[in-house]
């Protein structure tokens, strides 16, 4: 069992920043992938970013050179910090948890609210 605690959201304008935190508590695998993926009303479910506990990072071509992923394996907390934020970004980001010996263990946080706007 793994909990997840996120923090950092909130509204921002164009062109701003945010920073946000998930903190990993409970049976954590050393193993594991911790990422952040973002849902806007009316549209799926999207990753926004991933990164391994050995540091290996992914990100799709709509934050690349925007957002940075970084995580402290002693603390067990994923960082994405969101530079450069558009409309757009606006969504529900939502902290995931999954470790790389198996699939089954995957967990979520209850998400953190992101909007951009003037």
């Known amino acids: 069992q793994v909990q997840l605690v996120e923090s950092g959201g909130g509204l921002v304008q164009p062109g701003g920043s945010l920073r946000l935190s998930c903190a990993a508590s409970?049976?954590?695998?050393?193993?594991?992938?911790m990422a952040w993926y973002r849902q806007a009303p009316g549209k799926q479910r999207e990753l926004v970013a991933s990164i391994t506990s050995s540091g290996r990072i992914n990100y799709p071509d709509s934050v690349k050179g925007r957002f940075t992923i970084s995580r402290d394996n002693a603390k067990n907390t994923v960082y994405l910090q969101m530079n450069s934020l558009k409309p757009e970004d606006t969504a529900v980001y939502t902290c995931?948890?999954?470790?790389?010996?198996?699939?089954?263990?995957?967990?979520w946080g209850q998400g953190t609210q992101v909007t951009v706007s003037s």
């Open positions: 409970g049976s954590i695998f050393a193993s594991n992938i």
């Open positions: 995931n948890w999954r470790a790389q010996v198996s699939a089954s263990h995957n967990y």
